[in-house]
């Protein structure tokens, strides 16, 4: 599986951004899918996830209420809505994808990763 992270840029505090994973390779469908982020000089948090069955969803606290994960199978790919954004969303974002949804999302580990995409949040 290749993934493909795409749709990143700077926004203003408050603003609202959209970034896109695309899929290749080999069909999402089976697959739960999840965003991380990594500030500079921080580890890799985990951001959101969603299963591939059901759409069941889980976010990080940090972001719950303000980004929205969603999917579209046929298009393989998954999206993340980030509305009301922070400078301290200000990150590197990457997409992961792995067999099974995360009981944890903090201790999710996810088998295959895309490149990044910048998002910077200025105030």
């Known amino acids: 599986v290749q993934l493909q992270a795409s749709g990143g840029g700077l926004v203003q505090a408050g603003g609202s951004l959209r970034v896109t994973c695309a899929a290749s390779?080999?069909?999402?469908?089976?697959?739960?899918m999840g965003w991380f982020r990594q500030a500079p000089g921080k580890e890799r948090e985990f951001v959101a996830a969603?299963?591939?069955?059901?759409?069941?969803?889980k976010y990080s606290d940090s972001v719950k209420g303000r980004f929205t994960i969603s999917r579209d199978n046929a298009k393989n790919s998954v999206y993340l809505q980030m509305n009301s954004l922070k400078p301290e969303d200000t990150a590197v974002y990457y997409c992961?994808?792995?067999?099974?949804?995360?009981?944890?999302?903090?201790?999710?580990?996810?088998?295959?990763w895309g490149q990044g995409t910048q998002v910077t949040v200025s105030s």
């Open positions: 992961a994808a792995d067999p099974y949804f995360p009981l944890y999302g903090s201790s999710w580990s996810v088998d295959y």
């Open positions: 390779g080999r069909t999402l469908s089976s697959y739960a």
């Open positions: 969603i299963s591939w069955r059901r759409g069941d969803t």
